[in-house]
């Protein structure tokens, strides 16, 4: 009879189940009966609000933008340090886990500090009448510092160990580099590209505390969705921030639903090439 290293399937999912219950979805069922205080109208009434509209707005739509630039970038930034070696290589590897270790507050007072209008950066594109701190493009900033060790680290793996053998064969027949990359090497790494985005974007969508401090909290132009709900937990309005928490969630799920679903279709349409 063979062993398993594990209990048997009953004890094991019973086990799998009660933690997930516990941690992930007991408290995701005390916030919705939480947000259930408010009423389907209050919850209307809520989200009609100019305030909580334009802290959604920016909050999602920051976050789209950021995991959008965080994909360009990552994927170069990958493609170099896989395919390229130079002095300092592992020096500039290490620094793309800085945001990871960084505490977010640190993080949001250096980012504030550099591109305040008396910064060392601000100060030179104030000059030039580009404001950065205290502004939408503040937020778009912090989100992206926080974003991008996602797409990097998920990318790098791939990257290693794609053979060359395909490009060569790809070359030997005709193929220009940039025919060879958007036909034969990209559609092999869009799925996990398309991973790596998932994680910046819910990454982004849930940071708080880098943004906080360059954002300035201007309601209607630089508040987000997450400060709001903090506000007003601090007026004792708990059945608000929850149904604000609610309204967050199920537009996080179905962002992330969509992204998965598309990597499965382009999983299934590179299926040939591999």
């Known amino acids: 009879m063979r062993r398993r290293l594990l ?53 999602f739509g920051g976050a789209l933008l950021a995991a959008s630039i965080n994909a360009l970038a990552g994927l170069l930034v990958a493609w170099v340090l896989v395919r390229y070696r130079f002095p300092g290589r592992r020096l500039f590897d290490a620094l793309i886990d800085l945001p990871f270790a960084l505490p977010t507050a640190v993080a949001g007072i250096a980012l504030t500090t550099l591109y305040a209008p008396n910064g060392w950066l601000g100060g030179g594109l104030a000059t030039l009448g580009i404001k950065v701190a205290y502004t939408p493009l503040g937020v778009l900033l912090a989100m992206v510092f926080v974003g991008f060790p996602f797409v990097v680290r998920t990318l790098q793996p791939v ?12 070359e030997s027949l005709g193929a220009r580099r940039w025919q060879t990359f958007l036909r034969v090497i990209l559609p092999l790494l869009l ?81 040939p090439a591999r």
Do not use: C
Request: charged content about 10%.
């Open 159 to 170: 990257l290693e160990s794609l053979e060359r053998d395909v490009e060569e064969a790809a």
């Open 191 to 271: 799925p996990t590209l398309l991973t790596g985005f998932a994680l910046a974007l819910a990454r982004a969508v849930g940071e708080y505390g880098s943004v906080i401090f360059i954002a300035g909290n201007i309601p209607g132009h630089s508040e987000i969705a997450p400060l709001l709900i903090v506000q007003k937990l601090e007026q004792f309005d708990y059945a608000g921030a929850a149904a604000l928490g609610v309204v967050m969630l199920l537009a996080s799920f179905v962002l992330l639903l969509a992204i998965t679903l598309l990597q499965r279709w382009s999983s299934r349409w590179t299926e």
């Open 7 to 59: 209990p048997g399937f009953g004890l094991s999912l019973g086990y799998a189940l009660a933690y997930l219950g516990l941690i992930v979805l007991l408290p995701l069922a005390a916030l919705a009966w939480k947000a259930s205080g408010i009423g389907f109208a209050g919850l209307l009434h809520l989200l009609a609000s100019p305030r909580a509209l334009s802290a959604l707005r920016l909050s």
